[in-house]
């Protein structure tokens, strides 16, 4: 249901851009979100972005990710990625709460890489 796509290699302070389509299937989405896990490290939450278009991001990249949607459609997500650091290597992946609060199966990800 969920699809990531846009990961790749990008040097440090570069930009990339996700997109995650979802079936189309969800209903009544509460909020979308992206995650990242990085190697040898539990899955963390990155940002997310509800109904009303309220935005929140963790710490380590706010003011350099940006998260949006296909507004009333809610079936893509995206996240724009700024100024990356080579912290920011991970698999991303996006996911979505709906109306009981409950995140849907997790798709594949999509890889990205920092490296110079």
């Known amino acids: 249901q969920l699809v990531e796509s846009g990961g790749g290699l990008v040097q440090p302070g570069g930009s990339l851009g996700l997109s995650c389509a979802t079936s189309?299937?969800?209903?009544?989405?509460?909020?979308m979100g992206w995650y990242r896990q990085a190697p040898g490290e539990q899955r963390e939450w990155v940002a997310s972005?509800?109904?009303?278009?309220?935005?929140?991001y963790v710490a380590s990249v706010k003011g350099r990710f940006t998260i949006s949607t296909d507004n009333a459609k809610n079936t893509t997500v995206y996240l724009q990625m700024t100024s990356v650091k080579f912290e920011d290597t991970a698999v991303y992946y996006c996911n979505v709460v709906d109306s009981s609060l409950k995140l849907q199966p997790w798709g594949q990800g999509t890889q990205v890489t920092v490296s110079s």
């Open positions: 972005i509800t109904r009303s278009n309220v935005r929140e």
């Open positions: 189309g299937s969800i209903f009544d989405v509460n909020s």
